[in-house]
C-alpha cells in the first residue's frame, strides 16, 4: 500500500505545478527570436527541457510575497533566469568543463549537437535571457538586468565555476567550499528572488530580506545536493551520481559526514525561513519551498 | 624618404585615438567587478588589450551625430560593445570552433589560460557587458541592451557563426554569404551604432539611419576581411592569415575575385556614406571611417 502523500508535500505540490507551468508560458514567448536559425532554437529548447523551473518559482514566489506589480516584467525574468540556469548547465557539461555525458535524464547538448554547437547555444541562451528582460524597456528591467547579470557573472556564477574548477585560488575547507557554493549557485538564486521583488516594485526590506533567505537557500539547496550525490541513483537524478567523490572532490559530506551535512543544511534551511519574517504571510510558499529541500529526492 | 599621409588619414588618425582612449577609459572603469577573482579579472582583461576599439568608436561617433545626451550611458555602451565582440572572439577561436592560436599577435585565451577558463573567460565577458549597461538603471538602458543582446545572439552574430560553421541550413552562393556576414559582423555594428543613439536619445529617423549605414558598413568590412585574408601576412594582421582559402571556405573573394570584391566593398561603402544624408553634418566622422575601411591594411 502505498503512504499518503504529507500534507506539506501535497500543499508544496499544489504551489508548484502552477508556477512551473507559468515558467512554460514563458519560456515558450520570450525563448525563441523569429528571424533565429531553426537549429539554434530547436537547440535552444532542448537543453530547457525538462527542469524543475524551480528558479522561476523564486521569481513568481518573490513577485508575489511583495504584493505583484508588472506581471509582465516577472514572466521575463522567469523565462531569463531559467535561461541562464541552462546556459551554465550546457557549459558546465563540456567535455573541457566536467565533461557530463547525462543531464536530465538524456544526453547532454554536446552529445546531441556537437561541441561547438553546445557552445554556441549556451551563448545564444544567455544572450536571449538578457534581450527578453531588457526589451520591457522600463528602469525596472534594467534592474533587473543587472541583478541578473551580477548574479551570473564573473563576481557570482562564473566566478563560482572559476574557483569549483581550481582556476583560481580558493580557501581550505568548509569556508572555501562554502564561498564557491554561494557564488555558484545561491548567487542565482539570490537575482532570481531580488528580480521577482524588483518586479513587484518592493521596498528595501523586503529586498534585503529576500537577499538573506536566497543566500541561505542556495547554500543549503547545495548541501543536499551533495548529499544526493551520495544517496541516490542515476533514475532518480536524471544525472550521473557518485562523480564528485570518484572525482576526489571536496563536498559537504566529506567535510562534515552525512549527518553534519544534513543538520547543516536544515540549520540553513531554518535561518532561511527566518530570515522572511519582515514579508509576514505572504512570503509563506517560500517557506514551504525551503522546506522541500529538505526532503526531495532529485 | 616617407610618404606624408594623405589629408583623409591624418584626420581619420585625429578623429579615432581619442575614441580610442575613451573606450580603454571606460573598459577600465567598467570591466571589472571588485568580487571577481583575480584570475578571472586578469584573463579578461588580456583578452580585451589591443583591440582597434572600432565597436566602441562606432557607438561615440553615433552619440555625436545625434547630439549627445547621457555621456555615462554612451560610456558604459562603449564598454560593454568591445567585451561582447572580444567574447566572441575568444569562444570562435577555441577548439571546437575556429581552433585559432593566434589574435591581435598574441597567443589566443585557450592557449594561453586554458579551455575552461577561455570558455569561462568569454562568458564573464558577456555577461559582464549585460550588467555594464543595465547597472545605469534607466529606460534607456534597458533598450541599449535589448539592442545589444538582439545584435549579438540568436538572431544575430550567435546565429551567423551557426551559420559560418555550417551548423544550420545557409543558401548558396554570394545570398548565403551576405547572410552570414549581416548577422556575425554587421549586426553588432548596428548595435553599437543604435546604441550610441539612444543615449542621445535620437529620433526614429536618426535610428533608421545608422541601422542602414551599420549594415552596409558591416558587410563592407567583411568583404575588406576576405581581401586582407588573401592580401596581407601575419605581421600585419596579428592572426593567421589565409585560413579561409586554405579550408576551401567560400569568401566574397573566392565568390567574386579580387577586384570584384574590392568593386562590391566599395560599393557598399558608398551606400552606407549616402545612407547618413538625414543626419547632415554632425555624421562627418562616420563618413570618414567608413573610407577608411576601403583602405585599411589589417
Known sequence: ????????TRTLGDLLSP??????????????????????????????EGGKR???????????????????LA???????????VYSLVH?????????????????????????????????LLTRAMAAIAERGTASAALCVAELATGAGCSGMVAGQVADMELCEVADGLEGLESIHRRKTAALLVAALRMGALAAGASEAQLAALTTYGEKLGLAFQVFDDLLDVTASAAELGKTPGKDAAGGKQTMASLLGLD????????????????????GGASEPLTLLAEYLTTRRN
Chains 1, 2 share one sequence.
Open 19 to 48: 508556477l512551473a507551468a507559468q515558467a512554460e508560458a514563458a519560456l515558450a514567448q520570450y525563448l525563441p527570436e523569429e528571424a533565429s536559425p531553426e537549429a539554434l532554437t530547436a537547440g535552444m529548447q532542448y537543453c530547457v
Open 54 to 72: 524551480l528558479r522561476p518559482a523564486l521569481v513568481y514566489l518573490a513577485y508575489n510575497a511583495c504584493g505583484g506589480g508588472d506581471d509582465e
Open 92 to 124: 558546465d557539461d563540456l567535455p573541457a568543463m566536467d565533461d557530463d555525458a547525462l543531464r536530465r535524464g538524456r544526453p547532454t547538448a554536446h552529445v546531441k549537437f556537437g561541441e561547438a554547437m553546445a557552445i554556441l547555444i549556451g551563448d545564444a
Open 1 to 8: 500500500m502505498q503512504s499518503e502523500p504529507t500534507s506539506t
Open 75 to 85: 514572466a521575463r525574468c522567469a523565462a531569463a533566469i531559467e535561461m541562464v540556469h
Open 260 to 279: 553534519g551535512a544534513r543538520e547543516f543544511g536544515e540549520r540553513l534551511t531554518a535561518d532561511a525561513v527566518a530570515a522572511l519574517a519582515p514579508l
